[in-house]
Every structure is written in structure tokens, then in C-alpha cells.
């Protein structure tokens, strides 16, 4: 687990929010969304095999720089990330209701993420992360 909080953006230091994101990357790992899971080059989290994933987290209250969920944020942050080859996935656990479809929706109206874009809850079933990682919807 520290060997994937070792956050390659930071000089390879484990933190507080790396060592989250490694248990979010073991979790994704665990239930069969990710297979070949490893610490990603900087720019990016994590490497699934091959290809560099950033893993977000989304919250709907403000917090420290944080304004909380806005599509138009979540938009270029997606965006950017997809421009430089990476993909993207999205804990979506701390979002409230209404703006967890307002992500699904961002999503799903963008045809061309398929498969490189999800959004996921650290909640959910193993079986239910591992239809997301098959059909694309989250």
C-alpha cells in the first residue's frame, strides 16, 4: 500500500491524500475495474498495465480550495487530463445526490470518453464496478 501511496507528482511522498488515493486505486483493483495496477508516471495516479489514470475526488461542500461539484470545473479537469493521454476516474462518494447525476449526465453526454472516463462510489459492489468497467456506464 505505501509503494502505491508513493505520489510521483510529489516527489514521491506519501501524504495523507496519496495514501487515500492508493486505497481508492486497491479498491478499483480489488473489485475487477483495474487489473494490472501500479504507482502511474508523473502527470498521472496510477497505470492500469499500460495506460495512466488520474484519480479524482468530487465533493459537493467546499472545502480548503475546493468550491465544491461544478460541471463546467469538472469538465476541464477531465479534458485536460484526456488531451495528455490519461484517463480519468471520478470518486464520486462525497457528492450529493443531485450532483451525482449531474456528473453521470457530464459523462454520458460526452460519447467520446467512453471507456476512459468513470465516476464510481467507494461504496458500491464488486459486481456493480465490474459491469461499470464493461459497459462504460457508471
Do not use: C
Request: aromatic share 8%; net charge positive; charged share 30%.
Amino acid at each position: 500500500m505505501l509503494e502505491l501511496a508513493k505520489d510521483t507528482d510529489h516527489g514521491g511522498r506519501v501524504n495523507f491524500r496519496s495514501l487515500k488515493e492508493a486505497y481508492q486505486a486497491r479498491y478499483l483493483r480489488d473489485a475487477g475495474v483495474w487489473t494490472d495496477l501500479s504507482r502511474g508516471p508523473q502527470g498521472s495516479d496510477f497505470l492500469d498495465g499500460a495506460q495512466p489514470w488520474d484519480l479524482k475526488t468530487e465533493t459537493s461542500n467546499p472545502i480548503t480550495s475546493n468550491a465544491g461539484y461544478s460541471d463546467e470545473r469538472m469538465h476541464q479537469k477531465i479534458q485536460s487530463k484526456l488531451d495528455r493521454g490519461i484517463h480519468v476516474a471520478i470518486d464520486q462518494t462525497a457528492l450529493h445526490p443531485e450532483d451525482r447525476e449531474r456528473l453521470r449526465n457530464l459523462i454520458a453526454n460526452h460519447s467520446e470518453w467512453r471507456g476512459k472516463v468513470f465516476a464510481f462510489e467507494s461504496r458500491a459492489t464488486p459486481s456493480t464496478m465490474r459491469q461499470w468497467r464493461s459497459t462504460g456506464s457508471r
